[in-house]
């Protein structure tokens, strides 16, 4: 059974750093392609960042040069650190894994920037 577990979120005064992980557990963790996606109150979900099985990581527009995605194969685990983070970056922040042509979701973490 796959598993996903996000932690790390809270609340954080703009400009703040935080840092995300996402445990994995029922995959082979490094085969798999790891994302972060956020959904914020009446909006729909969207792709924040993925890295891929060799490392390489893409982002979204908004989130370029402030967020960084990073893989621990060792741990199963995928970071997302973000840095100079704005109210506009509150949301619910899911980890997904894509593998074996199937997706599977954590059950989220809330960041809240305000002051």
């Known amino acids: 059974q796959v598993h996903l577990v996000e932690s790390g979120g809270g609340l954080v005064q703009p400009g703040g750093s935080l840092r995300l992980s996402c445990e994995a557990s029922?995959?082979?963790?490094?085969?798999?392609?790891m994302s972060w996606y956020r959904q914020a109150p009446g909006k729909e979900r969207e792709l924040v960042a993925t890295i891929l099985s060799s490392g390489r990581a893409t982002y979204a527009d908004s989130v370029k040069g402030r967020f960084a995605i990073s893989r621990d194969n060792a741990k199963d685990t995928v970071y997302l650190q973000m840095n100079s983070l704005k109210p506009e970056d509150t949301a619910v922040y899911y980890c997904?894994?894509?593998?074996?042509?199937?997706?599977?979701w954590g059950q989220g973490t809330q960041v809240t920037v305000s002051s």
């Open positions: 029922g995959i082979i963790f490094g085969i798999a392609a």
């Open positions: 997904k894994a894509e593998w074996v042509l199937r997706d599977y």
